[in-house]
């Protein structure tokens, strides 16, 4: 296998869930591709937006999947296939109900913690042992049942903070490609 990192942000395709709170993972792939002024576009054997990028001399691939995000392992790995790419060289970014809005969590290999995108994505991999970037959304406000509030656009006083989340996301990512998981853990691990 190759030293490539495949970076594969989460969420559902299309304008109806582009600000979701489901979205944020893909929000971060978003920024990446911005900060490093690629153009994200479609992969010709996965269901996925996809740039090359360089972060420190590292290559990168940043993908943001085309499917809903039940469907998130196939596209992952396809590319992972396409580009030579061994788990431990992957990174998820996903939104995360048990974390506050704002927090960023790093961790390598875990549980699904019934996220449908993780559930997909260990499928299709037969394994689990890859990096996550967790993103804090909080939980839904009283009995909001949490799989409508993660379809729900962040509310507007909500707005600083998310766009914080974003680009310390892509920050984390770019630490995580370049120096340890404990170093960025401890940079990140708010």
């Known amino acids: 296998m190759t030293d490539t990192w495949l970076v594969v ?3 559902n ?3 109806t869930y582009a600000f979701t709170r489901h979205n944020i993972g893909a929000r971060v792939v978003e920024a990446l591709a911005k900060n490093a002024s690629a153009t994200l576009s479609k992969h010709k054997r996965a269901q996925a ?9 590292k290559h990168v691939v940043i993908a943001a999947p085309t499917s809903f995000m039940n469907e998130s392992g196939g596209p992952t790995k396809a590319l992972a296939t396409f580009y030579k790419v061994d788990p431990q060289n992957i990174i998820v970014l996903h939104d995360e109900l048990d974390i506050d809005l704002g927090v960023i969590r790093v961790k390598f290999s875990g549980g699904d913690n019934g ?5 997909s994505i260990r499928k299709s991999l037969s394994t689990g042992d890859w990096y996550r970037i967790r993103l804090g959304i909080g939980r839904p406000p009283g009995q909001q049942d949490p799989a409508d509030f993660v379809l729900k656009s962040f509310a507007s006083a909500e707005q600083a ?7 310390r996301g ?4 770019e630490h995580l490609v370049t120096s340890s998981l404990e170093e960025t853990q401890n940079r990140f691990n708010s």
């Open 9 to 11: 942000g989460l969420g």
């Open 13 to 15: 395709p299309g304008p």
């Open 49 to 57: 937006l996809v740039a090359e990028i360089r972060l420190n001399g």
């Open 170 to 173: 892509a920050q984390a990512v």
């Open 115 to 119: 996220h449908n995108g993780l559930k």
């Open 161 to 167: 903070e998310v766009s914080d989340l974003i680009e």
